[in-house]
């Protein structure tokens, strides 16, 4: 799976935003490291960097608005942004974006507890429950997959905190928030 960069068409979107002057720009607020909410809540990480320094260089005014993913997807999917960042593309993704090249190759990972083993493939996922985030890429690819039992949360750490719980054994989650929040935990 890779990353997409900017979601919608990048370069279209900073020309049509210099005429609307802000660029409406959705993340996920729980994505660490590139986007997360500090103890004050305020989103931090390298895309928060990244995007005051495209507004600063471009002379865009953007407006970032993390939120949880799923309304991310919704605010894109409705028009009420013109960029969505860290977006996986999937083949339901593609009927309402347009990707540009990926920025960043992102690795997803089944993570198991130690003591379930055997699982080599997707298919050794059947009969398990599978912790995942909704609205994440992984759900549809477990799911095109015949993987259909899944425990679905609104957050990484919502969906971390539930292994470190023992009430998930098996989860998919992309490699850097995966190693950020297991790590902090």
Known sequence: WLLPALGPESAAAARESADQAVLTVVV??????????????TPKGYLVDWWALWSRRTGVAVDLQASDWALALRRIEDG????????FETAERQRFLDFSPPYADIPV?????????????????RGFVVGAKT???????????????LA??????????????????VFCLDEPPAQFLLYRA
Not at 135 to 149: I, M, N, P, Q, Y
Request: net charge negative.
């Open 28 to 41: 996920d607020d729980n994505y660490p490291p590139y986007v997360f909410r500090d103890s004050h809540g």
């Open 80 to 87: 009420e942004a013109q960029v969505i960042d860290t977006v």
């Open 109 to 125: 990972s089944i993570f198991a507890h130690t003591s379930i083993g055997g699982l080599s493939d997707i298919d050794t996922l």
């Open 135 to 149: 609205g994440d890429a992984c759900v549809e690819r477990l799911r095109s997959s015949g993987v259909t039992d």
């Open 152 to 169: 679905l949360h609104d957050s990484y750490q919502q969906l971390v905190n539930a292994a470190i719980a023992g009430k998930i054994k």
